[in-house]
């Protein structure tokens, strides 16, 4: 039986506005419920990076277009971003550690959005989400992205997890 709930497709589907959406009915409903999302950070119409943004409502920089002069050996980037490592594990790492250590009766849900290729620089994240997905009092409402170039072990572990039921988002004509 599935336990976790991970939802797939493109850039730009939907993904996080459902997960936002279903995010605020379980809170009203009184539902247990922690994690993260990552939301696009946009300057004169122009997409110049992603933050990240607790459901507990701190925010910070998970990425940010770094220029081509910038770039350095230990830099982490993906495309034209560059990935600020420690604000996205300053925000995410104790949320998840405190997901993890509650009591297997009280049942939770952690909202994880995104598993991607900026994510997945943080080895600390990488565990992290799997101590939560194996964890026995936590149900996981995840996004990952689509299968796209060289795999990413962890996306490929979440999506072929038994317990992991997935829905694959795609955009329809109105």
């Known amino acids: 039986m599935s336990k976790h709930v991970f939802l797939t497709g493109p850039p730009g589907v939907g993904k996080t506005t459902l997960i936002q959406k279903v995010t605020q009915a379980l809170k009203s409903a009184g539902t247990s419920i922690d994690g993260f999302y990552t939301e696009e950070v946009r300057e004169g119409g122009r997409r110049t ?6 459901l507990s409502g701190k925010r910070g920089p ?3 277009v770094g ?3 910038s770039t350095s050996r230990r830099e982490c980037r ?3 971003y560059v990935v600020d490592v420690v604000s996205f594990e300053q925000l995410v790492l104790p949320m998840l550690r405190n997901v993890n250590h509650g009591s297997d009766a ?6 994880i959005d995104e598993v991607g290729k900026m ?4 080895q600390a994240f990488i565990q992290a989400v799997r101590q939560t997905l194996t964890g ?4 996981v409402l995840g996004t990952i992205p689509i299968p796209k170039g ?18 694959n988002l795609v955009k329809t004509c109105a």
């Open 119 to 122: 994510e997945l620089f943080s």
């Open 49 to 54: 990076g992603f933050d990240v943004v607790t």
């Open 62 to 64: 998970l990425s940010r």
């Open 78 to 80: 993906v495309g034209q």
């Open 150 to 167: 060289k795999p990413l072990d962890l996306v490929e572990e979440i999506r072929n997890r038994k317990d992991v039921k997935m829905f």
């Open 106 to 111: 009280e049942k939770k849900i952690c909202v």
């Open 67 to 69: 220029s081509d002069s």
């Open 136 to 139: 026995s009092g936590t149900v």
